[in-house]
């Protein structure tokens, strides 16, 4: 009976034995990565040095792929004509016209002109040399008249020249907003930048400037708080990293602005740990409207000291500040006292082009 039983049993003993074996070899492959990075405040685990590395090949790449998709559209087609020019070089190489015309040169007939017959040489040099002499004096001119309306292409205005123009639409309040063809252009000129923050970075997809490709928000959050909208803004491996917060910040950490420094410095050493080659510019703490402070929030009168603790961030960490306190008018809030309206959007914009050279 015993054998028996185990005769019956003995296959599925054996199919026993080779799932325990298969789940065996499952779980040694996933084993975790050793030399992982787990230092970051937030507890988020980075990759090994070498993922690092490969991260910012992947992102060096990038770059070189938009820089050459914006400067030379058409690169592409001479890409698939590769073929004919290894054909064109070869009647090229075996042009050797050129050593027989310098073989015969025209000082040999000049040479032989008095020692052969008179009348032969000297018919032959006078036309040549008048021929010469006038076809010569001609060409200077021509390309000399030619060449003057060459620099009279628009060389565009200079950064200075928009400076001013910003300046004196915000003192004006006649501000000029983008046309379709200037927020094509725009969005061009953007397209390796991110933005991250709160709502005052949800207002450039809210006025449709960006889309949510380019700005990774979260309304309400402090710096502390968006830590997924961050990771989502390094996942797209930027040329540009911007940080924009505003007024969340002082309601969160209002009994201690030097965790609101710490915090802020933590996050963009992670950035700058992710994405070693990308330049990172934080717009500064903008302050909310007289009427929001009296009425609803008084706290936030505070945001200048605040801005204060930001503007140290980035002195502390080399990374850009941008002081946007010039464009502030009372007139540019929206109803709610603690947001701006697309005007004032579309100067942050402009500025924020000439501050990073786009």
């Known amino acids: 009976m015993n054998r028996r039983r185990f005769r019956s049993l003995f296959p599925y003993l054996l199919t026993s034995v080779l799932l325990i074996a298969l789940a065996a070899g499952f779980l040694l492959s996933r084993r975790p990565v050793t030399g992982a990075d787990v230092s970051d405040p937030a507890g988020r685990v980075y990759v090994s040095e070498a993922g690092e590395r490969s991260a910012a090949e992947a992102q060096s790449q990038i770059r070189a792929a938009r820089k050459s998709a914006s400067s030379a559209g058409p690169t592409a087609e001479p890409s698939g004509t590769a073929a004919p020019p290894p054909t064109e070089p070869v009647p090229t190489e075996t042009l050797p ?5 310098t073989v015969p040169p025209e000082t040999g007939p000049a040479e032989t002109g008095p020692a052969g017959s008179d009348s032969e040489p000297r018919t032959d040099a006078p036309p040549e040399s008048p021929a010469e002499t006038t076809a010569d004096p001609e060409p200077p001119t021509e390309p000399e008249s030619s060449a003057a309306p060459a620099p009279t ?15 004196e639409q915000i003192r004006t309040l006649n501000i000029d907003l983008f046309t379709p063809d200037e927020l094509a252009s725009i969005r061009r000129r953007f397209d390796g930048a991110v933005f991250t923050g709160d709502s005052m970075a949800q207002g ?36 540009y990293f911007i940080f924009f917060t505003g007024c969340n910040n002082v309601s969160t950490y209002i009994n201690d602005p030097t965790e609101y420094y710490r915090q802020f410095v933590s996050r963009i050493e992670w950035v700058k740990r992710a994405l070693p080659d990308t330049e990172i510019y934080v717009i ?15 706290h936030v009168a505070r945001s200048p000291e605040y801005d204060a603790q930001l503007k140290l961030v980035c002195q502390d960490t080399g990374v850009h500040y941008v002081d946007c306190h010039w464009m502030v008018r009372q007139e540019l809030y929206l109803e709610d006292g603690l947001h701006f309206n697309l005007a004032f959007y579309t100067v942050l914009i402009k500025f924020l082009a000439i501050e990073m050279g786009l």
């Open 97 to 101: 016209t050129a050593p027989p015309e």
């Open 153 to 167: 292409t628009s060389p565009g205005p200079s950064p200075e020249t928009i400076l001013a123009s910003l300046q």
């Open 204 to 239: 450039l997809v809210s006025f449709e400037l960006f889309d949510e490709n380019h700005v990774k928000f979260q309304r309400g959050a402090s710096v502390g708080e968006f830590d997924p909208q961050i990771q989502a803004a390094i996942d797209t491996l930027p040329d």
């Open 284 to 298: 500064c703490m903008l302050p909310a409207s007289d009427r929001f402070i009296q009425y609803e929030n008084y």
